[in-house]
């Protein structure tokens, strides 16, 4: 009997797929996948003979049943996710299911959006000294979110955030990282369809969130990146620093006396984004 292999497309570009999961789909008897966030060119590269099936109008019953019967014949099925199977993939469920019928299973990851939109804007979550948190969240809406776990609550450690699935309401979304206590002028970013043609990302402050996510049509399929580490001068990480001793190498100086450890270069930024300025 063969298994069902829960494979993480990526955030959109083709390209960003991992190995493994474009050769499972190329091996598949079935590809299901989420028409409305796969990219088609990733499905068409299915066997002629493969059974492709957009799942988007199924329930869960439907897409379990489909699973089974594959798997059952000694077929090879393909559950196509968009970005990481792990992150709102409501793959639990699925499994679940896959345990009961005593249907083996495996997941491939893939690049989330936030990781994919940090690559286009040039950011990086940790910063040294400054943050070394990054924070995967959304806001309540239809799917609530625990008590522990609101908007406000999550903002006042003042780490990296990623938050998903809140675009329909910016102001909301604005509103509660302030109330959690982050300054206005924390930089933020967000990326509409990041990975897919036409993919759209800006900077702003945490103050012109809203305003920007709504006179860009940032209304569905973006994700808000909230970094307060891009925000100070900071010091550079100990992993280069000619003072600093690791297993794999000695320091060749005293930290303090490392010119490398003194100088600070001003970080570049991507040219094809908008900038924004802490200072105003």
């Known amino acids: 009997?063969?298994?069902?292999?829960?494979?993480?497309?990526?955030?959109?570009?083709?390209d960003l797929i991992t190995v493994k999961g474009r050769d499972?789909?190329?091996?598949a008897d079935l590809v299901l996948y989420a028409g409305?966030?796969?990219?088609?060119?990733?499905?068409?590269?299915?066997r002629p003979d493969a059974r492709v099936v957009d799942s988007s109008a199924l329930d869960l019953g439907s897409t379990h049943d489909l699973l089974y019967q594959c798997v059952s014949r000694g077929g090879l099925a393909v559950r196509l996710h968009t970005g990481d199977p792990s992150l709102y993939g409501a793959t639990r469920e699925q499994m679940e299911l896959l345990d009961r019928d005593g249907i083996a299973y495996e997941v491939v990851p893939g690049v989330t959006a936030a990781f994919a939109a940090a690559a286009v804007m040039g950011n990086s979550f940790t910063v040294p000294e400054q943050t070394q948190t990054l924070i995967i969240t959304r806001r309540a809406g239809r799917t609530p979110v625990p008590d522990a776990e609101q908007l406000p609550l999550l903002a006042a450690h003042h780490a990296a955030m990623a938050v998903y699935l809140s675009a329909g309401?910016?102001?909301?979304?604005?509103?509660?990282?302030?109330?959690?206590?982050?300054?206005?002028?924390?930089?933020?970013?967000m990326s509409h369809r990041v990975g897919w043609p036409g993919e759209k990302s800006l900077r702003c402050r945490l103050d012109q969130l809203a305003a920007t996510a709504r006179e860009n049509g940032f209304d569905r399929q973006t994700v808000f990146l909230i970094l307060p580490g891009e925000n100070a001068e900071t010091a550079r990480s100990k992993l280069y620093d000619a003072g600093f001793s690791h297993m794999y190498r000695k320091a060749s100086c005293a930290s303090?006396?490392?010119?490398?450890s003194r100088h600070q270069t001003p970080r570049s930024r991507n040219g094809n984004t908008a900038n924004y300025d802490p200072g105003t």
Do not use: H, W
């Open 1 to 14: 009997m063969n298994k069902v292999y829960f494979v993480g497309a990526g955030p959109g570009d083709p």
């Open 256 to 260: 303090g006396d490392c010119a490398s």
């Open 24 to 27: 499972l789909i190329r091996r």
């Open 169 to 189: 309401d910016p102001e909301g979304l604005q509103a509660e990282l302030l109330q959690g206590g982050l300054d206005p002028s924390t930089p933020c970013a």
């Open 36 to 46: 409305s966030l796969v990219p088609r060119s990733l499905v068409e590269q299915a």
